[in-house]
């Protein structure tokens, strides 16, 4: 079984619709991080947690939101979505404290809004 | 702030040629240097990593040098293989702040011809 996974992995929705990409981890960590990828912008980082008490925006936060339900959940939210939230989503963990960890990414969420 | 520079792609080769994607960095640290690999459909996975100048980071037959004089760390592989065929990021991982959260590269999208 995979250690991150996201669900769903692909949705076509229209704008103004709230909508839900959920993340789960089994790897134990305690650091979880929302990525979006665009072709040739390369990753931008959503928003990241450290734990479940501890949520930070990231560089491109605005029209999203997250929720932290459990060590092993992180969810992001789009309140109202826009088509030019059209992206590839990434979810990933890392074990935290070092400088040279490592990132551990879920398989992505295709989303398309109409 | 931090930034990771990558050429950019599409880099289109044959089958068993040599491989290099240049990679070069804006730290105000000292900072740890990885190369990830997304292959079509999946999440990104570490490919290789270096914490420190000289270190040579290797993984399945690709290597990269961490060059502190030149801040660059490229990839380099002798030999590619079709199954080779994927985006490449290159990202640092820096101390100032604390947080160690990656900062990524476009990426490199790579197609191997038979």
């Known amino acids: 079984d995979a250690d991150v996974t996201q669900t769903p992995r692909n949705r076509i929705t229209k704008t103004g619709k709230r909508i839900m990409l959920e993340c789960s981890q089994t790897?134990?960590?305690?650091?979880m991080y929302w990525y979006r990828q665009d072709p040739g912008l390369g990753l931008q980082l959503i928003y990241y947690?450290?734990?479940?008490?501890?949520?930070n925006k990231g560089e491109i936060s605005d029209g999203y939101s997250v929720s932290r339900q459990a060590q092993a959940k992180f969810s992001l939210s789009l309140e109202s979505a826009i088509p030019n939230q059209t992206a590839l989503y990434f979810c990933?963990?890392?074990?935290?404290?070092?400088?040279?960890?490592?990132?551990?990414f879920g398989p992505g969420t295709r989303l398309l809004v109409l | 702030g931090d930034s990771v520079t990558q050429m950019e792609g599409p880099v289109t080769l044959s089958e068993e040629a040599f491989l290099t994607i240049n990679c070069t960095y804006t730290a105000t640290g000292y900072p740890s240097l990885f190369w990830y690999v997304q292959y079509p459909g999946e999440g990104l996975q570490l490919l290789l990593k270096a914490t420190k100048a000289d270190d040579k980071g290797s993984n399945k037959g690709f290597e990269a040098t961490y060059r502190k004089e030149t801040t660059s760390f490229h990839l380099e592989k002798g030999s590619v293989q079709v199954s080779d065929s994927a985006v490449y990021f290159c990202a640092l991982s820096d101390r100032p702040g604390g947080s160690y959260i990656p900062t990524f590269g476009r990426g490199t999208s790579l197609i191997v011809h038979p």
């Open positions: 990933a963990t890392s074990e935290g404290g070092d400088l040279a960890e490592t990132q551990y």
């Open positions: 790897k134990g960590h305690d650091r």
């Open positions: 947690s450290f734990d479940v008490k501890d949520i």
